[in-house]
């Protein structure tokens, strides 16, 4: 059952947060410092972990969804702006993909790695980094910056994240993903959202369903 109470501190909580990264893009935009800086504001709002996670969220059910969702925590205010919890299940992993836009990811239980590449003509396509985004630690990434997920952990115990995209995942059409060559295809992006920031019986009956 929903709670109430968890559930009011952590739209004020969100609601806070998001005015703090308007500022942060307001001002910086998104370049390196500017996604860099707002990765360490979403740093500040993993400490919240009891808010985010929490029964109210379960994860897909194993091999639905391509064993992903994302609750949506933050209202849509024009700006295309979302926030979201995400839940992926151990062995879940993406191909190297950029997004077209900035993406942050900050963990908050479990741990995901995630592995940088570059797509350069003269040098090829080749992996230059790996980060294991767990409790404490986020990345962020500009529009064409390419990265591969790998889900780390045992059973179906969820890895947990906060996600801030510039724009929501439905929007995110245009993403690329890449092969070993480096050779493009389009990526689309995973659509198992829900809506978090009204908890109702329809979203729990929606939840119950996937
Ligand atoms: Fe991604």
Redesign the pocket.
Known sequence: MPNNNLAAERQARVAEAMDRLGAIEKTHGGTRTGVDLMRDELLQLAKYKRLFVTSEFEPAKRGTFKDFVAYRLNEEDGSDRALYVSLALPGKS?PP???NNW?I?VGLEGVEENRLYRADPEQGFQQIDSIEVGPGVGLG?LGDEI???HVQGEGDVPVWQLRFYERALELQTD?VQFDESGATTFFPPNQNTKDATVRTEQTNDAVAQS
């Open positions: 993406s993909h950029n997004h993406a990811l990434l990265h591969s997920i993403r």
